[in-house]
């Protein structure tokens, strides 16, 4: 009950701001050299399962607003996001290994939001220790596009190498989210962990053995955040993580709308 109370107050404040944008100029930061910054606003709501109740201090981190929900007994993860521009997400993962999720809302094209991608996963990787720097966009750059790197961030003398690909290939979903402005899906655990495996192997195909090693596979799961639930973590590292691994990757990880959801997938689920 109290969820869904959250994501009828995120529809009222999308639709709030719609009503503002219509009547009032948007809010614009006038820059030095001539540029301008329009800012916008993002809700999520992100119910934990139960036993991760220790984790949620993560969430203080996380460059959104974020709004934590925890109910004693509860074993269901859901998350629900809407931002001022129109786009709403929704997904839930059940006791019976289904999960629910639908998009509302444009879906971004090609690698569009690939800084945010990797400063998630930087902001993750910097939790474990850690100090690397905001990212830097290298991929229209020629030295490193032949590398596949797209984005890169350091720590002193240090490079962190990152490639960024969406975590579903579907092309029938993204080609209905774009044609109707809205898709939704009933799947499972396992069909998901499928997915994750076949982003990832579709970019190892591309990606020489030599490369490999020095560069990180982030694969964007900020819109679908479903991919990023953990029961669906675990699915991959239990049936996927030695393959993963084999890969010889620095790393695989999958990367969610926020920290808590952003997971290392090359290694084994614990037992």
Same mark, same amino acid.
């Given at each position: ?46 119910? !934990? ?6 984790? /949620?201090? $993560? #969430?203080? +981190? ?8 925890? =109910? ?107 044609? !109707? ?6 799947? /499972?655990? $396992? #069909?998901? +962990? ?8 579709? =970019? ?68």
């Amino acid at each position: 009950m109290v969820f869904q109370l959250i994501k009828r107050i995120g529809g009222m404040l999308i639709n709030s701001l719609k009503r503002t944008k219509q009547t009032k100029r948007p809010r614009v930061i006038n820059k030095a050299l001539g540029g301008q910054i329009t800012i916008t606003s993002r809700l999520i709501a992100h119910k !934990l399962p139960r036993k991760d109740v220790k984790r /949620t201090n $993560e #969430e203080v +981190a996380i460059p959104e607003q974020g709004v934590v929900i925890l =109910k004693k007994g509860e074993v269901t993860e859901a998350i629900h996001i809407s931002d001022s521009k129109g786009q709403s997400i929704s997904a839930d993962t059940h006791e019976d290994g289904s999960v629910d999720f639908s998009i509302g809302g444009k879906s971004r094209q090609g690698e569009a939001g690939v800084i945010g991608v990797c400063q998630a996963l930087i902001s993750r990787l910097n939790q474990d220790a850690a100090s690397w720097g905001n990212p830097t966009d290298v991929s229209t750059a020629p030295g490193w596009r032949v590398d596949d790197v797209d984005c890169i961030a350091c720590d002193d003398s240090k490079f962190l190498k990152i490639q960024v690909t969406r975590a579903e290939r579907d092309q029938k979903l993204w080609k209905e989210l774009n044609t !109707l402005n809205e898709v939704s899906k009933s799947t /499972t655990c $396992e #069909e998901l +962990a499928n997915a994750l495996k076949a982003a990832t192997q579709a =970019k190892a195909n591309k990606i020489s053995s030599h490369q490999r090693k020095e560069l990180i596979l982030a694969l964007d799961a900020t819109d679908l955040p479903s991919h990023a639930f953990q029961p669906v973590i675990d699915s991959f590292r239990n049936r996927h993580g030695n393959w993963a691994v084999g890969l010889g990757f620095k790393g695989i990880w999958v990367v969610g709308p926020n920290v808590t959801l952003t997971s290392r997938l090359d290694e084994q689920a614990p037992s």
